[in-house]
């Protein structure tokens, strides 16, 4: 059974940068897309970008490119998306999340397993 | 811009039957935009309900569908339950920019 689980609840201050980790266990696709997704109070989810897991390749959203990096450990079962410049509108729940493919290989294009999530809090 | 179009709320009798759309401000939406529907309670993660337009997630109630009504996304709720009251999200995958858009949420209302 696939379970994320996502580092605690951080606070910084405007300009600062944050390092949210999310660990995976049970997962046997040959390769899957670690999506990340950020929610603001009272706001929809937003889709920030995914990494994947056997090339390491990156799809970032256009509005966070140059602010989001996304990667895995040594180990590749840990994930990490760190966001940089923050700004108070950056305050939010990240949450990590998974998609898989088919027996033939052809993703899904949606996301399946989803983290607790880690509440970022930008303020000064 | 692609938006991604959902009503803001609707409400169902407990046991009724809803319908909540999905659509693209730039046109319609087929299974090539691959809409999948995430269910979400206050203080919670989303949960995945469904998957390249009708695959139903794991674990997910026969309850719960989806289609392609005319130029939209679907997804509908048949015998509607208490718990059932919560945000949906839908979103469509924009294969030319290879990107995932959501859209704003329908708030279902279970009364």
């Known amino acids: 059974q696939v379970q994320l689980v996502q580092s605690g609840a951080e606070v910084r201050k405007p300009g600062a940068s944050v390092k949210v980790s999310c660990k995976a266990s049970g997962y046997t696709f040959s390769d899957y897309y670690m999506h990340w997704v950020r929610q603001a109070p009272g706001q929809g989810p937003e889709w920030m970008g995914w990494?994947?897991?056997?090339?390491?390749?990156?799809n970032i959203a256009q509005r966070f490119r140059g602010r989001v990096t996304m990667t895995w450990d040594t180990s590749f079962t840990t994930a990490y998306m760190e966001l940089s410049s923050l700004r108070s509108d950056d305050t939010a729940v990240y949450y990590c999340a998974t998609e898989g493919h088919s027996d033939s290989g052809t993703f899904y294009r949606a996301v399946d397993v989803w983290g607790q999530g880690t509440m970022v809090t930008v303020a000064s | 811009q692609t938006v991604v179009t959902q009503e803001p709320s609707f409400s169902v009798s407990p046991g009724g039957t809803v319908t909540l759309t999905c659509g693209l401000s730039?046109?319609?939406?087929?299974?090539?935009?691959?809409p999948s529907w995430y269910q979400q309670t206050p203080g919670q993660a989303p949960r995945t309900l469904i998957y390249?337009?009708?695959t139903r997630s794991s674990g997910v109630p026969d309850r719960f569908s989806g289609s392609i009504l005319g130029n939209k996304a679907a997804l509908t709720i048949t015998g509607a339950q208490a718990d059932d009251e919560c945000d949906y999200y839908c979103v469509l995958y924009i294969q030319s920019d290879d990107k995932y858009v959501f859209g704003a949420g329908t708030k279902v209302t279970v009364l």
């Open positions: 390249s337009t009708d």
């Open positions: 730039t046109g319609s939406v087929s299974t090539s935009y691959y």
């Open positions: 990494i994947s897991h056997h090339f390491r390749a990156t």
